[in-house]
Structure formats: structure tokens, C-alpha cells
């Protein structure tokens, strides 16, 4: 009692003033907890250092003993035989938990298969001791002790990945060569934030980058190509580290790359006759649509609007055409193609391509069409509904316009599922010379197949145009190849897919009209799963270091319906949700980027483009009839530095950590002032996993819209989103008729 008595006075005597001794008590504790964890890590670090040695002492002396008394391996590492460390210490996290046994050789054979059994787990562990230090320090290269003086300390951080990369491909073969699977996951961890610190440095050697590739692709067919059952632990605990993996943004390239690979095997029985390029094309860059794309597949590629520079041109210049001309009975068809003109701003294509002006670009290869006889030209893109109609009004000579890119469904009558139709199918625009163009869409993820039947006259003319989409539901066979393949995939995959994660009570609205335009109650779930996943205790100043997060509406790709299967929520809904496989990331942004980059959110407001912002941890309130650029009326975010949250206005000057995808830290969907303006970026978590271990803590979700975005008009104040869905209920139902 009188220690606690003397404590609580010293306490109060040596408190600084203006500060109440409680919370000086509460800054005292924290601080000697953050020295606690020092001292753990220290600790952490030293018994790794002790592990290598004894390990590399055990290998050692084994060898030199095999002609003694034939076994002194380590038994807890390697089995019976060799002493290696004291089994009565206190292990470290980086032992295994459960010893591997491996039978003893014949006496006086301990140097043969049992020394190449011994060295894969010395290096092993060598690597992943070395990395995990290295990530300790904060990436000074100096942290790494394995190696020669004076040796390049990237290039051995890159021999040191290339190890421990080796090391997982072999625990991962039949029968595996190391164990167990917990250490195997920390280091596919330690792994992929190693590689994204190595590339942050300089661009890898090309050494390095195949040598990443080559386990990466290991790893990825012995998933697909498995003849174990989906349902096997292996199977389960490869697509784990896949997944882990895929979080180091060269490393998921590379895996895209391969499943790319395997897809344009497909893709050759479903496209016989031609394809546009879409911007999601490009987004591993031109080598990762070249090599396992466009070198295999087999069907004509038309963009009239992409212009390669001499870097490209005998390349990825070679793999596409302006147009195609195809014969249709006796009669000759013209197809060109087009894709956005954003596609830098949107993807990631490079320096060497130009993206020019869809109709610019269009018009004289319509006109060399119509040059060569040709009077049937069907205008074939990825560019937006808005785009192909201004293409049926302006480009002259374009017959029909099939489009993509906004996922826009059309359809005439009753729509056969739960999707709104936004217009007739098919939607005519009359031309500036007053033809009638039919433009087409058919939504998006394969849901429906588009069916359109032009009726032409002998001049080339529509004389008429009919037909609607065709839902691919049960009633459609497969087809039983492609089925075959698809199959041989979930077999594989099922077993993650099927994985349910939790429950949701209410309708999870991810649709291009909901989330492009408003605030939907998705994207606010998506939303404080992110901001959720980078809380921390309190250090006394404030609550938590951040306390908001933006996200682009354009990376929600589909709803979850509470109605389907009990409102379960499995992997497979949250894939289809946020397919692209990113990470949520935190950026330094003082307010001024800020501000900028909700102007942007709405600069093109209407246009159900993608850079729509969906928030945590904001309010703003935008007043759509002032002009873009200065539709900001109001923006405050939640405050950290005090003990009761409150929304705040945003200053200028004043530098915010926000959490935001890692497509938008990279200036994606045009946020240049993003990349441009940060402070300081700092790598988070894979996307899918950060929702489902926010839903799967919480086990039933039901988020609402909340007014975190609110829309004012200065003319009539307040608005909200219900007048425009009774305008476009009323059109749907006129079309209907």
C-alpha cells in the first residue's frame, strides 16, 4: 500500500501542468508498454540470431561427424539424432510448433539425402530471419547480416526474397519439403512486403523479376492443375498464400499474368470474330496483356484510337488493327474499334501509348471502310454509354454501335432479373445526317448475352433493329468445353469461394447508378471496414492516428442480395464486389489535395463515372449547381486529437492520413493530385481480406445510408436522390409498355 501511495504522489508531483493526473498516469502507462514491446522485439530478434547459429552449427558438425556416428541432426528441426537447440528453452515464434520427423538413415550416412534435407531448412529460415529483421528496422538494408562485406545490400535483399520464395514453392509440392503451414504464411507475409520495398527502391534486375515469376507460376498451376480435391487442406492453404502473395503489387502482375494465360485458352471459343481493348486490359501494363494474351489468342483485336510510339510499334503494334473486315454470307461487314481515351488515367498502359479522341479517330477509318465497298459498319468499344452515342450522332457512316465500359443495361419489356433497365434496347440516336443508329450494351460479368438482328437495305441502310438480352440463366446449356474448363477451376477454388463469412440483414446496393452517383450503403460498409482495420490503441493525444478514408465508387463492381441464401456473405460475393485484388493503403494529404480530389468526385457528376467518392470519417456536402471545380460547399472530417470524435472542417494546410485503395494512391481514375500531392504513403492490407475479417468479426451486417454525402442546390436547398428514381422509374415504365 505505501509503494502505491508513493507512486500515485510521484505521479502527481512530476505531472507537467495543464494535464490532469490521470491522464498523465494513462501517457506514463502507454509509454511503458511501447518500452515493453521494444524490449519483446529485441528479445524476438536475438533468439532468431541464436536459432541461425545453432542451426547453422548443428549442419555443421553433423557433416563433419558422418563418418562417426552417422546422425547428430537437430531433432526438433529436422528429427531424431543431431542436439540442436535446448529443448528446455523458451522458443522463439520462428520454431516450429510441432517437431518434423524424418526417419534416420542407414548408420555412417548422415552426409547424403539427409544433408540435402538438412540445407533447405537452414536456408529457410536464414531468409525469413534475415527479412524479418530487415522489416523490423524500417527498411535499412544495413539490417541484413547474411552476406560478404561491402555486398550490394538490394541485391542481396532480392537473393534473400528469391530464397524464401523457393523455400515456399518447395513446401507447397507432393510431398512437401518443409513445414509447417503457420511459418509458410509469415513468410508468403514477409515475402510480399519485402518485394514491394525492393521495388520501391529502384526497378528490379531482370534476373530477379523471372525468378519471382517462375515460383509465382509454380505455385498458380499447382492450384488449377491439382489433382488433390478443392476441399483438401493443401488446396485451401495454397490459395492462402496465393492470396498473401498477391497483396505485393509486382508479384500480383505476375499472378494475373498466369491466370490471364489461362483464360485467352478460353477465350478463343468464345470470341470468333472480333474484340475491343478495355481499359482493365491494360492494367498490368503492356507486358502482362502482350505475352499471356494477345501472343495466344486467336481472334482479330480493333482499336482505331490507340497510337503505339516507336518503343511499341513493332510489338503490341503488330497485335491489333484499326478495323476488320468480315463476310457475312455475300455480304461484306465492317468492324472498328475504339477504347477510352482515359485508359491512362484509369489503368496503367505506360508512356508509350496515346490514347486519342474516340471520334476523331473513328471517322477516316470509316471512311477508308467505305472507300474499299464496305456500306455496313458496326462500331465496336469500351468507352461509355455516353461515348457510343456521341459516336452514332457524330462519326458518319457508322451503322451500329456496341458498347461497354459503364455496364449499361438496355432492354425493351419486362427485365427478366433484378437489374434496372436504363433505356430501351435497343437505344436509337439519330445521326447528324440524320440516320437512325441503334446503340447497344448488354451490363457486365456475363450475366447476359447480347441479341441484336440489323435489317439493311441495299445501300447499307437499317431499315430495322430489334432484340434484347438474353439472360444466361439455367435455362441455357453450357457449352461443354468451356464448362469442362470452368470446372477444372472450381475445383480448385470452391472451397475458398464457398467460404461464408457472415450475414447481411439488408440489400448491400453496389450498382453503377447507386454508387457512381450517391452514397450507397456498400461502399459506407466497404468504407468503415477500411478505416476499421487501421485502429490502434490511444497514445494519450489522441484516439486514434487516422479517422477517415475515401473510396472510388467505381471499384464496387456488384450487390450482395440479403435474399439470396439467407443473406450468407461468402468469399465469392466479396470477390465479385472488389475483383481487382488492390490494397487499402494510408496517404499524408494535407486539406488543400484534399479538396481537390472531392471536386474531382463530382466534376463529371451524372456520367456514372468511377471517381465518385464514397467516405468515412467525412461529411461533404456538394451544391451541383455551381460549375465543376467549386461544387464543394461544405468538408470536415472526424478529429483525432480529441477524446470526444467530432467532425471538424478541413484546413488547408493542416496534413490528414487518410485510407484509400491503392488504385487511387497511384492517380487512378485521374486522382493525378493524389499521387502527385502526398506526403507519405504507407502500404496496407489486401482489399478482400480487410472486408471480410471486418464482416466476419461482426457476423451480421446492415449498413445504412447515413448523409454522410449530401447534395444542395442554391436554389432550392437540400436535395436528396428521390426525385430523380421517380423520373427514371416513370421512363422504365413508359418503356415497358
Known sequence: MRAKVALAVAVIKTKPPGMSSREYAEALAHKLRRQDEERKEKARGLQQELLITRVTLGTKSCTEAADDDGMNTSQ?????????????????????????????????????????VVVPHVSFLQSLCSLLRLKGSSGDTKALTFGSDGFDSDLMLGDTVGHLLDSVVAACSDPPALGPSDLLLQACQVASSSLDMLCSR?????????????????????????????????????????????????????????????????????????????NHEFDNGVDGLLRPFLEKINCSIVSANIRPDQTLASTFGHTFLPYKIFSVGDQRVGVVGYTSRETATLSKPGPHLKFEDEVVALQPQVDKLQTLG?????????????VDQLIAKKVRGVDVVIGGHTNTFLYTGRAPSNEFPEGPYPFMVTSEDGREVPVVQA??????????????????????????PILLDSSIPPDPKVLADVDSWKKSLSNYSSQVVGHTLVFLNGSNFACRSQECNLGNLICDAMLDNFIRFSDGDQWNHVSACIMNGGGIRSSINERTSNGSITMEDLLAVLPFGGTFDLVHLKGSTLKKAFEHSVKRHGSRSGEF??????????????????????????????????????????????????????????????????????????????????????????????????????????????????????LWLIWSQ
Not at 87 to 116: A, K, M, Q, W, Y
Not at 261 to 269: K, L, T
Not at 670 to 692: A, C, P, R, T, Y
Not at 696 to 701: G, Y
Request: include cysteine; aromatic fraction near 8%.
Open 76 to 116: 526438433e528441426l529436422f528429427g531424431p539424432g543431431c542436439s540442436g537447440p535446448d529443448s528446455n528453452s523458451e522458443t522463439p515464434d520462428l520454431l516450429l510448433p510441432e517437431p518434423v520427423f524424418i526417419p534416420p538413415p542407414p548408420p555412417g550416412h548422415c552426409g547424403g539425402s539427409l544433408r540435402d
Open 443 to 468: 451490363y457486365a460479368f456475363g450475366k447476359y448475352l447480347g441479341h441484336l438482328k440489323v435489317t439493311f437495305d441495299e445501300e447499307g441502310n437499317v431499315v430495322k433493329s430489334s432484340g434484347n
Open 374 to 386: 464496305v456500306n455496313k459498319v458496326i462500331a465496336l468499344g469500351h468507352s461509355g454509354f455516353s
Open 613 to 730: 467518392l464514397q467516405v468515412a470519417g467525412f461529411r461533404v456536402e456538394y451544391d451541383l449547381s455551381r460549375l465543376p471545380g467549386h461544387r464543394v460547399k461544405t468538408l470536415s472530417i472526424l478529429c483525432t486529437k480529441c477524446r470526444v470524435p467530432q467532425y471538424e472542417a478541413v484546413r488547408d494546410e493542416m496534413v490528414y492520413k487518410v485510407v484509400m485503395p491503392s488504385y487511387l494512391v497511384d492517380g487512378g481514375d485521374n486522382f493525378h493530385m493524389i499521387k502527385e500531392e502526398q506526403q507519405k504513403h504507407d502500404s496496407g492490407d489486401l482489399d478482400i481480406s480487410v472486408v471480410s475479417n471486418y464482416i466476419a468479426q461482426r457476423q451480421k451486417v446492415y449498413p445504412s445510408v447515413e448523409g454522410r454525402i449530401r447534395f444542395y442546390s442554391s436554389a432550392s436547398g437540400l436535395e436528396g436522390p428521390g426525385s430523380s428514381l421517380v423520373l427514371l422509374g416513370l
Open 202 to 278: 529502384r526497378r528490379p534486375p531482370v534476373a530477379f523479376r523471372t525468378h519471382v515469376e517462375t515460383a509465382l507460376r509454380k505455385l498458380t498451376q499447382m492450384l488449377l492443375h491439382s489433382t488433390q480435391p478443392s476441399r483438401s487442406a493443401a488446396a485451401e492453404k495454397l490459395m492462402e498464400y496465393l492470396i498473401v502473395l498477391g497483396s505485393s503489387r509486382i508479384s500480383r502482375s505476375f499472378l494475373i499474368r498466369h491466370i490471364v494465360s489461362e483464360i485467352s485458352c478460353v477465350a478463343d471459343r468464345l470470341w470468333q470474330a472480333s474484340q475491343a481493348f478495355g
